[in-house]
């Protein structure tokens, strides 16, 4: 089965420090791969996806970038967080065969 | 572009009775799939139900059915028997060919014991 594991599950980091957000798919090869952010009670904003290696599509301007180094790995990064950043972080895969996304367990940031 | 819309921010239900969630959509596609995800307190997202366009029969899943209304661009989730797990943010999503999914706004589902 399909899997996305997201790592680390909470982090709190000063304002203006880097942030990276790793994200990795067990179970399939080549997927389609997002990143969402959600504030508290508020609902799922798409922030990039990426149909393969290498490449990313943005959907948000901000300070936030993606990577796709390998197939089943999905990067979210910042060089200098804002308090703005805060919010839960989840990153998706695509199940081709059923046209559904299936998510990761998301990251909780903490931008003070 | 697509959006959905789901007009109840709260709703509450007593155990064991049926509850209904409302969902729009917008859109001039004719083929598409519309979904219900759950999202508990643990925040982890969790598919409930999935609905093709092109299928006229409403989708079932246990205790959790819906009523697709696609000339009306309606997708309403009903739980029956509901439980104290089915508490959490119950969010409908819609997504066409070779389109991202588009989430609608969330609604909160208190069950009462």
């Known amino acids: 089965s399909q899997t996305i594991h997201q790592w680390p599950a909470t982090l709190v980091q000063p304002v203006g420090s880097p942030l990276s957000l790793e994200c990795t798919v067990e179970?399939?090869?080549?997927?389609?791969l997002y990143w969402y952010r959600q504030a508290a009670g508020r609902g799922l904003q798409l922030l990039f996806y990426?149909?393969?290696?290498?490449?990313i599509s943005s959907e948000v301007p901000q300070n936030l970038s993606a990577s796709r180094p390998q197939d089943r790995q999905f990067i979210l990064s910042s060089k200098k967080l804002l308090l703005s950043d805060s919010g839960f972080y989840l990153c998706?895969?695509?199940?081709?065969?059923?046209?559904?996304?299936?998510f990761g367990p998301g990251t909780r940031l903490t931008v003070l | 572009a697509q959006t959905v819309t789901q007009s109840q921010p709260e709703m509450s239900v007593q155990e064991a009775e049926t509850v209904t969630l409302s969902c729009t959509y917008d859109?001039?596609?004719?083929?598409?799939?519309l979904f219900w995800y759950k999202q508990p307190p643990s925040r982890q997202m969790i598919l409930v139900i999935r609905?093709?366009?092109?299928?006229?029969q409403n989708a079932t899943e246990n205790r959790f059915s819906v009523n697709f209304q696609k000339a009306a661009k309606s997708f309403s989730l009903k739980i029956s028997d509901s439980q104290l797990g089915d508490a959490a943010m119950y969010f409908c999503?819609?997504?066409?060919?070779?389109?991202?999914?588009?989430f609608g706004p969330g609604t909160r589902l208190s069950v009462l014991p």
């Open positions: 998706a895969g695509r199940r081709e065969d059923r046209n559904e996304q299936f």
């Open positions: 609905q093709e366009a092109y299928k006229q």
């Open positions: 859109t001039s596609e004719s083929d598409y799939y």
């Open positions: 179970g399939t090869s080549n997927p389609n």
């Open positions: 999503a819609y997504m066409s060919y070779g389109q991202n999914f588009v």
């Open positions: 990426s149909v393969g290696i290498g490449q």
